[in-house]
């Protein structure tokens, strides 16, 4: 068993999670008002950003000052450990729509943020990316990963628990997300009959399931 603090996952919509353990806290994909959701006033320690979208990179809305990282690497900070792991790109995509896909430690649970990805995971990547306990992963098709290989890749990094993100929602502006599919295809294709939505997940290391799980999440954010 091991030990660590309790983590608060909520998902503030579309890419964008707070990740919470005691007094730290990691912002992922913060969006800008137009997507039609506004963050809470909170402070963050940290923001991850997975590409320059304004959709996933809003950070100037997070409050406290956050450290910002937004590029490949290993980083540490106030405790929280980060890596983060360029994927491909499709054919003829300008480099600088680049993609960063993280593997993020806070209360010693191992929380992946795939954000925009396009092309699967090598095996070099995944195992970057491993060992992962918690999966966020984007369902709703357009710009990521079709649905064969959303349903690959929860299994490829062998998650405990996968949260699906980057979806159709009716709090989110329909002229900015308006071709991205529903979360029910996602759950067709896991095989989930009955998922309600729930505000938050709260996990500890000794709480993890033993066999996966789906968990779906409301969007928490104000409307703009």
């Not at 970057?128 to 079709?146: A, F, N, Q, Y």
């Amino acid at each position: 068993m091991r030990p660590g603090a309790i983590v608060d996952i909520t998902w503030l919509g579309h890419a964008c999670f707070r990740l919470r353990s005691d007094d730290l806290s990691v912002v992922t994909d913060p969006f800008p008002p137009s997507l039609g959701l506004r963050l809470d006033p909170r402070p963050a320690t940290m923001v991850t950003v997975s590409n320059t979208h304004p959709n996933h990179s809003y950070w100037q809305e997070v409050a406290g000052n956050p450290q910002v990282f937004s590029s490949p690497g290993e980083y540490e900070h106030s405790g929280i450990y980060v890596r983060g792991v360029m994927t491909a790109l499709p054919p003829e995509t300008p480099r600088e729509q680049r993609n960063v896909a993280y593997a993020i430690n806070i209360g010693n649970v191992n929380i992946c943020h795939l954000g925009d990805i396009a092309v699967p995971l090598t095996p070099r990547q995944i195992d970057e990316l491993s060992p992962v306990d918690v999966l966020l992963v984007p369902t709703g098709g357009g710009c990521t990963l079709d649905m064969d290989r959303v349903f690959q890749m929860a299994h490829d990094l062998t998650p405990r628990i996968v949260i699906p993100m980057h979806y159709n929602t009716p709090e989110v502006n329909p002229d900015i997300v308006g071709g991205l599919q529903g979360v029910d295809v996602f759950l067709r294709r896991m095989g989930v009959s009955d998922a309600q939505p729930q505000p938050r997940l709260v996990v500890t290391p000794a709480s993890l399931p033993a066999d996966l799980r789906v968990v779906v999440l409301a969007p928490q954010a104000r409307p703009a």
